[in-house]
């Protein structure tokens, strides 16, 4: 079965900064797709940034891009100049290739932005 | 667009009690999913609909828990008779027709459930 492990509970970066958020996956098939959602509180889920397997090119959404590590099974995020409103749970995510299969996450990571 | 609707926000139960709680997916959404993320776990996947049908409820934890979909438009996930082991939120999410190369899932604010 697959797995997700996000093995920073909670991160801190000061405004404008960047951080980045770790995630590592563990699978025996050779397409898939990964994803960041994020969860601001009291707030929806939201698709943050999404990487096809078979694409070698990470993936970028404006201040946001990943740096997948495909033989490594790594899936990092990058957020550049951290704006107040990036604060959020962050969760990683695999879909087995399909269009439509469920989604397996990680525990998530508490991401606290700093004035 | 309206986006995906869960009722209630927050649930608070006794234990041996039952609670219903109901997704509502975008529009035009066949398909539906129910996932649960107990306090500092993971999101756990528990069934996907097409339409009206059960594609997949392998992650239902046991015969507690019921899913329906009515029509193939909203959801009801029931529990019955809760356990102190349901608290958690509830989470559903939608995404477009089956065949396609890839569906968003897009997804509601989540039901907050306590059993006490």
């Known amino acids: 079965a697959q797995t997700v492990t996000q093995s920073q509970p909670e991160m801190s970066v000061q405004e404008a900064e960047t951080v980045t958020l770790s995630c590592t996956y563990d699978?025996?098939?050779?397409?898939?797709?990964l994803f960041w959602y994020k969860q601001p509180p009291s707030r929806q889920m939201i698709l943050v940034i999404r990487q096809e397997a078979y694409k070698q090119q990470n993936a970028t959404e404006n201040r946001f891009s990943v740096n997948f590590q495909k033989a490594a099974k790594s899936f990092s995020l990058k957020i550049s100049d951290s704006q107040l409103g990036d604060a959020a749970m962050y969760f990683c995510?695999?879909?087995?290739?399909?269009?439509?299969?469920?989604?397996?996450f990680g525990k998530g990571t508490k991401l606290t932005v700093n004035p | 667009e309206a986006g995906v609707t869960q009722f209630p926000s927050h649930s608070v139960i006794e234990k041996g009690q039952t609670v219903t709680l109901r997704c509502d997916p975008i529009?035009?959404?066949?398909?539906l999913y129910w996932y649960r993320r107990v306090m500092g776990k993971e999101i756990k996947f528990l069934l996907h609909f097409v339409k009206e049908s059960k594609q997949d409820e392998s992650g239902m934890p046991n015969n507690r828990f019921l899913a329906e979909r009515t029509g193939g438009t909203y959801s009801t996930l029931k529990v019955q008779p809760a356990e102190l082991e349901d608290s958690g939120v509830y989470f559903c999410a939608s995404s477009l027709g089956y065949y396609s190369s890839y569906n968003e899932q897009f997804f509601g604010p989540g039901t907050r459930l306590t059993v006490l």
């Open positions: 699978t025996s098939e050779s397409d898939y797709y």
């Open positions: 995510a695999y879909q087995a290739q399909g269009g439509s299969e469920k989604l397996v």
């Open positions: 529009s035009g959404h066949d398909n």
